[in-house]
């Protein structure tokens, strides 16, 4: 029993038409299917119906995130973990939710909606499988990730949000800051993956969303991802620059109704016996920003 990846990540938006148009021409996302509400988009290397859906609603923010899991009986399975935790589940039947069947949906302790599947619609990437390209077209517009990598959420209480990610669903820890006091103040979580880190939690208001991020294949790509977010008046929160924690490389930026994207790439390889890499407080600003070695005020805003 085991989740395997970030399948897909649901939120909302004042303005479905911007919003499209930014996801297809600024990050260069494919749109696959559109209604009068609602617009489903995928990267050109994924295999899903989508990893993201955006709906019309007044307020922005976060509907829900989903993880696809090892198998089709691991729902059951997870289904009477997280009812022993205490917290109470719903099954989504089949036909309920574009591309996918049926899934577990419930509240985590830090006050996000986490769905789990294992039944997703496979609609293939844009290279096929009969002697595909290595590369895709290279008249993609914008940023053009290959694919969605990770997401962060908030929680007023990181410990216990990470006690149900590890206990109940089987994630790892891969590194954690620690406070003064040894209290757990963030925390990134691996699946099955060998990533660092497919969820991270750190401290703020429950049932908020940070961001999420889109992996890229190399630095130039994210400095070439810097050129377009700049020449499209988008605005940068943060980078070009470098983590220390993940070591990975980085740029965060806001789409037009100011939720936060990120695009990500390197990182170190994550083994099944990976010991825990611990921050202190004192040294966040450099686990954050190695480069800055500060945590910008507007770098902790948030969506819930």
Known sequence: MGILRLAHIDVRTPDLDLSAAYYAEVMGLQQV?????????KCW????????RMRYNPR???????????SEDDLHDFEKRVE????????????????QGESLRFEVPSGQIMELVWDLEKT???LGKHNPSPV???DLPGIAPPRMDHMLVNAEEVAEAARFFIDVLGMRLTEQVLDGNGHQLGVW????????????IVNGPNGALHHWAYWLDDWDHIRKAADTLAYNGVQIDQGPTRHGVTRGNTIYFFDPLGIRNEVFTGGYWVDPDHEIITWTEQEFGKGLFYYENVISQRFLRMHT
């Open 33 to 41: 299917m559109r209604t009068d509400d609602t617009v489903y988009f």
């Open 45 to 52: 290397d994924e295999e899903d119906h989508h990893s993201l």
């Open 60 to 70: 922005t923010g976060l509907d829900s995130f989903t993880f696809r899991v090892e």
């Open 84 to 99: 022993a935790y205490g917290c109470p589940t719903t099954r989504v039947s089949r036909g309920e939710a574009v591309g």
């Open 124 to 126: 293939g990437n844009i």
């Open 136 to 138: 895709p077209p290279p």
């Open 189 to 200: 979580l691996a699946g099955r993956t060998n990533s660092p880190h497919d969820i991270a």
